[in-house]
């Protein structure tokens, strides 16, 4: 077992523990684990000598065998979750946790598990758990508690982690998802096995030669809540949904910020296969890459400087009345409206932007039209502009105002078009520009015949062409007369206008 766990730490001789050296850098503490790199090449070659010789397979056979495999036998998914939640302050202690800070700059006594220091629970982190624990259908145990899970790691420095084990304090529910058109669509359910409490361990930072590594404990004791799915996913495409919806739901919450590079949402997979038609299980085979004792090894116990998790029932119909409203509840709304599939999941997938969408129709405008302009021009705008919604001059008022305008005749879709991105751009009203650009839609018949006339009167040779049987060109014609209104003309008036004008034999 020791040469596993310290296959990339140098060990001096004759010591039992790996020589952990504490540096001061710019007032920050630097905690070192050092080896000789000729122990490691050591190790190394004595793993490779115990191996056993290897049975070499021809490449067809295993290409037969790896095509049978598709049809005869489906995967067996779960996924355990790991969600750090976005607490002002660290599960146990009153430290911040900012992503990206210098090493070491955010620890106590506490989360560097010193003799003496005491844990004090954030209150926080059981008001997150709860919340997470209803949006997930789960049910909740209204008396919890929390433990202890032994295992060494150089980045956890208590030599435990405070968990949950035997009673989490939330189980049995359920996610919703849709998956997307383009792999097939339809609705799924994943069971979710539980939610339990816990809190994270510190980071490992490498050198390039491996010769040694860092530990930054300002990660140590941030509070996660671990969510373990059912093995219900059949497929990767299952999986990523799953995922993403969970990523969704706990940022529809404001529980966490879900950002997966930051690490604040880190999945496991758990993957088996079982021939397709079998209900049974089949063993999990796994590559060990990083040794860690078996369930027995923990020596689970009940935490002793931890007060039982008791919640009252007057405090979660508070936190239920408090809920969003969550993704699958925003799907299903949307889709009442009458939206397509496609429409629905780009709506609901950011919270910001079904905000924007929400508040938007709120002014009366029309679903459908409101959809087309954001996942249109203005998703285009932000994503050229690397902007998100929130980021952008656009207001939902003005954005309702826009589509009123266009859908009564003030101002053609084209001008619209050009309102709109100064909006995106610079903001304003679009009463406004419409008044300061003279922008106002010409729908006086009057005015666009005296157009259409000057510019068939300008064109004898496109006019005879157009007699002779090319019809197609109607639309040089109309484009000429839009130049010539820049832009202000009524489509549907100059267009009847002009049949009327071309098809006559005078």
Same mark, same amino acid.
């Given at each position: 077992?020791?040469?596993?766990?310290?296959?990339?730490?140098?060990?001096?001789?004759?010591?039992?523990?790996?020589?952990?050296?504490?540096?001061?850098?710019?007032?920050?503490?630097?905690?070192?684990?050092?080896?000789?790199?000729?122990?490691?090449?050591?190790?190394?070659?004595?793993?490779?000598?115990?191996?056993?010789?290897?049975?070499?397979?021809?490449?067809?056979?295993?290409? @037969?065998?790896?095509?049978?495999?598709?049809?005869?036998?489906?995967?067996?998914?779960?996924?355990?979750?790991?969600?750090?939640?976005?607490?002002?302050?660290?599960?146990? #202690?009153?430290?911040?946790?900012?992503?990206?800070?210098?090493?070491?700059? $955010?620890? #106590?006594?506490? #989360?560097?598990?010193?003799?003496?220091?005491?844990?004090?629970?954030?209150?926080?982190?059981?008001?997150?758990?709860?919340?997470?624990?209803?949006?997930?259908?789960?049910?909740?145990?209204?008396?919890?508690?929390?433990?202890?899970?032994?295992?060494?790691?150089?980045?956890?420095?208590?030599?435990?982690?405070?968990?949950?084990?035997?009673?989490?304090?939330?189980?049995? %529910?359920?996610?919703?998802?849709?998956?997307? +058109?383009?792999?097939?669509?339809?609705?799924?359910?994943?069971?979710?096995?539980?939610?339990?409490?816990?809190?994270?361990?510190?980071?490992?930072?490498?050198?390039?030669?491996?010769?040694?590594?860092?530990?930054?404990?300002?990660?140590?004791?941030?509070?996660?809540?671990?969510?373990?799915?059912?093995?219900?996913?059949?497929?990767?495409?299952?999986?990523?949904?799953?995922?993403?919806?969970?990523?969704?739901?706990?940022?529809?919450?404001?529980? $966490?910020?879900?950002?997966?590079?930051?690490? $604040?949402?880190? #999945?496991? +997979?758990?993957?088996?296969?079982?021939?397709? %038609?079998?209900?049974?299980?089949?063993?999990?085979?796994?590559?060990?890459?990083?040794?860690?004792?078996?369930?027995?090894?923990?020596?689970?116990?009940?935490?002793?400087?931890?007060?039982?998790?008791?919640?009252?029932?007057?405090?979660?119909?508070?936190?239920?009345?408090?809920?969003?409203?969550?993704?699958?509840?925003?799907?299903?709304?949307?889709?009442?409206? %009458?939206?397509?599939?496609?429409?629905?999941?780009?709506?609901?997938?950011?919270?910001?932007?079904?905000?924007?969408?929400?508040?938007?129709?709120?002014?009366?405008?029309?679903?459908?039209?409101?959809?087309?302009?954001?996942?249109?021009?203005?998703?285009?705008?932000?994503?050229?502009? @690397?902007?998100?919604?929130?980021?952008?001059?656009?207001?939902?008022?003005?954005?309702?105002?826009?589509?009123?305008?266009?859908?009564?005749?003030?101002? $053609?879709?084209?001008?619209?078009?050009?309102?709109?991105?100064?909006?995106?751009?610079?903001?304003?009203?679009?009463?406004?520009?419409?008044?300061?650009?003279?922008?106002?839609?010409?729908?006086?018949?009057?005015?666009?015949?005296?157009?259409?006339?000057?510019?068939?009167?300008?064109?004898? @040779?496109?006019?005879?062409?157009?007699?002779?049987?090319?019809? @197609?060109?109607?639309?040089?014609?109309?484009?000429?007369?839009?130049?010539?209104?820049?832009?202000?003309?009524?489509?549907?008036?100059?267009?009847?206008?002009?049949?009327?004008?071309?098809?006559?034999?005078?």
């Amino acid at each position: 077992m020791a040469s596993t766990i310290f296959r990339s730490f140098q060990v001096q001789p004759f010591l039992l523990y790996p020589t952990t050296l504490l540096k001061r850098r710019n007032g920050v503490l630097y905690f070192t684990t050092k080896a000789t790199q000729s122990q490691t090449d050591t190790q190394q070659r004595q793993q490779q000598q115990q191996r056993p010789p290897q049975t070499k397979v021809s490449t067809s056979t295993q290409s @037969k065998k790896l095509d049978k495999i598709p049809k005869d036998y489906e995967a067996v998914i779960g996924i355990e979750t790991h969600v750090q939640l976005s607490t002002l302050t660290k599960a146990f #202690c009153g430290c911040p946790y900012n992503y990206g800070s210098s090493p070491n700059s $955010s620890i #106590c006594p506490v #989360c560097m598990g010193l003799p003496g220091a005491l844990p004090v629970l954030n209150s926080k982190v059981i008001e997150f758990a709860v919340k997470l624990g209803l949006a997930l259908n789960c049910n909740l145990a209204f008396n919890s508690k929390f433990d202890r899970k032994q295992y060494f790691y150089p980045d956890l420095p208590k030599g435990y982690q405070i968990s949950q084990f035997d009673v989490p304090i939330a189980t049995g %529910g359920f996610l919703d998802v849709d998956i997307p +058109v383009e792999f097939g669509g339809g609705h799924k359910r994943f069971g979710i096995t539980r939610v339990h409490m816990e809190e994270d361990a510190g980071k490992l930072l490498h050198t390039e030669t491996g010769n040694y590594s860092q530990v930054d404990l300002n990660r140590a004791g941030v509070p996660l809540l671990e969510i373990v799915s059912e093995p219900d996913m059949r497929n990767g495409i299952e999986a990523a949904e799953y995922a993403a919806e969970l990523q969704r739901l706990v940022r529809y919450l404001g529980v $966490s910020n879900g950002n997966m590079q930051e690490g $604040s949402l880190r #999945c496991d +997979v758990n993957v088996s296969i079982r021939p397709i %038609g079998q209900s049974k299980f089949g063993t999990k085979r796994t590559i060990t890459m990083r040794k860690k004792e078996g369930l027995a090894d923990y020596r689970y116990f009940p935490e002793p400087d931890l007060p039982a998790v008791i919640l009252a029932q007057e405090y979660v119909d508070r936190i239920q009345n408090s809920l969003p409203e969550l993704p699958e509840e925003k799907r299903r709304r949307y889709e009442k409206m %009458g939206l397509s599939m496609q429409d629905v999941l780009f709506l609901a997938n950011d919270k910001n932007i079904a905000e924007f969408f929400d508040a938007t129709l709120a002014k009366g405008a029309d679903a459908k039209l409101v959809a087309n302009w954001i996942m249109s021009d203005i998703v285009a705008f932000m994503k050229n502009e @690397k902007l998100t919604i929130n980021e952008i001059k656009l207001t939902p008022e003005e954005l309702s105002e826009l589509i009123a305008s266009i859908k009564g005749g003030i101002i $053609s879709g084209k001008i619209g078009k050009e309102i709109l991105f100064e909006l995106l751009a610079k903001g304003g009203s679009v009463k406004e520009l419409i008044e300061k650009k003279d922008l106002v839609q010409i729908a006086d018949p009057v005015e666009i015949e005296k157009m259409v006339d000057k510019v068939i009167a300008e064109n004898p @040779k496109q006019v005879e062409q157009y007699r002779g049987g090319k019809t @197609k060109l109607q639309g040089y014609f109309a484009g000429q007369v839009m130049k010539l209104s820049k832009g202000k003309a009524n489509p549907g008036l100059l267009n009847k206008i002009l049949l009327e004008k071309l098809n006559s034999k005078n």
